[in-house]
């Protein structure tokens, strides 16, 4: 049975309308050097963000250990981290950079493994990278790029265990589909569904996830808002990436229709793509990924400025046209 106020606890007054992505200070296809990250941290700080989220994947582990390398410092009781399960690090001797789009080197490598005992290895590997003692959200990762099946029948079920026994306080998936998203939320009590680049100013999808949650009392955490790219500049380039490839014209040309409303209402692209999701009553946070202090400070300033509700309605009509 769902808990009738488990989506209220994890809502905007807990997570916060921005999140701070942490994939870029896994040297997400470029190094950072390590003051640069920290920096990057704490510039998210100073914004007032108080969610964070990492991953194993992220370059390896070396995320967290960036990650938990500013917070173990903070408060515990001031921020929410959250990271992922399902994929287990192990060293490896194959040498060379990770083949995974993570500028680090290939000196461990990814083992899926959805199981309980998998699981619990993963949490506990990540508590030593991070520093802390408890994270507060753990999301399954990317069950629909590996075996989604598997991660519904075993690793779903050890998360609710894992949630049961107090180790951590929400669980959840971190998915690209809505459609396995939404079987997930079907198929367990889930807090939180962290959903990347599926629904955005450029694209919703026709499936009813969000509705769903709603009616699950499941918070939908919205990342990938600017469509790897597409969405992140006042002009869209020629030579802008969707989907982590090159974008079609088709594309380009729609989010150039897009930027070009924006401008009607003096408004920049990026602000709208950035606050646009939030108007869904299901997405209780928007967490964005950054590899540059000031490109946090640009995040955070876009989701505080004051949009005109007259231009939803025009962003609206011209997605219909």
């Not at 994947?57 to 903070?74: F, I, T």
């Not at 009781?77 to 060293?91: A, H």
């Not at 194959?94 to 959805?114: C, L, N």
């Not at 029948?153 to 939404?182: C, D, T």
Request: hydrophobic fraction near 40%; proline fraction near 6%; aromatic fraction near 6%.
């Amino acid at each position: 049975m769902t808990s009738p106020d488990r989506g209220k606890a994890w809502g905007p007054g807990k997570l916060g309308k921005l999140g701070f992505g942490g994939a870029g200070i896994g040297n997400l296809y470029r190094a950072m050097p390590d003051g640069e990250a920290l920096a990057t941290v704490l510039a998210a700080w100073d914004a007032g963000i108080r969610y964070f989220d990492t991953a194993p994947h992220y370059g390896l582990g070396l995320s967290e250990q960036r990650l938990g390398a500013v917070l173990r410092d903070k408060p515990r009781d001031d921020f929410v981290i959250s990271t992922k399960v399902g994929r287990v690090l192990e060293p490896s001797s194959r040498g060379g950079r990770d083949p995974e789009g993570f500028d680090v080197p290939a000196d461990k490598e990814r083992v899926w493994d959805f199981s309980e005992a998998g699981i619990r290895r993963s949490l506990e590997d990540s508590l030593e990278r991070l520093g802390l003692d408890h994270v507060d959200i753990a999301y399954l990762h990317d069950a629909d790029v590996h075996d989604l099946q598997a991660g519904i029948s075993h690793g779903l079920p050890a998360l609710e265990k894992l949630r049961a026994e107090g180790i951590v306080k929400a669980i959840g998936v971190g998915l690209n589909s809505a459609e396995a998203a939404l079987e997930c939320v079907e198929a367990a009590d889930l807090d939180l569904v962290m959903l990347a680049g599926r629904y955005t100013l450029l694209e919703q999808p026709s499936v009813p996830l969000l509705e769903r949650c709603l009616e699950r009392r499941t918070g939908v955490v919205n990342v990938g808002v600017y469509n790897s790219g597409l969405l992140a500049r006042p002009d869209v380039p020629d030579d802008a990436h969707y989907n982590y490839e090159q974008a079609p014209p088709a594309v380009v040309e729609r989010a150039r229709a897009l930027a070009a409303v924006c401008r009607d209402f003096g408004v920049e692209l990026p602000t709208a793509a950035l606050q646009f999701p939030l108007r869904h009553p299901a997405v209780v946070n928007v967490t964005v990924g950054a590899s540059a202090p000031e490109q946090v400070a640009a995040n955070a300033a876009r989701m505080a400025e004051s949009v005109p509700e007259e231009l939803w309605a025009a962003l609206e009509a011209a997605g219909r046209d």
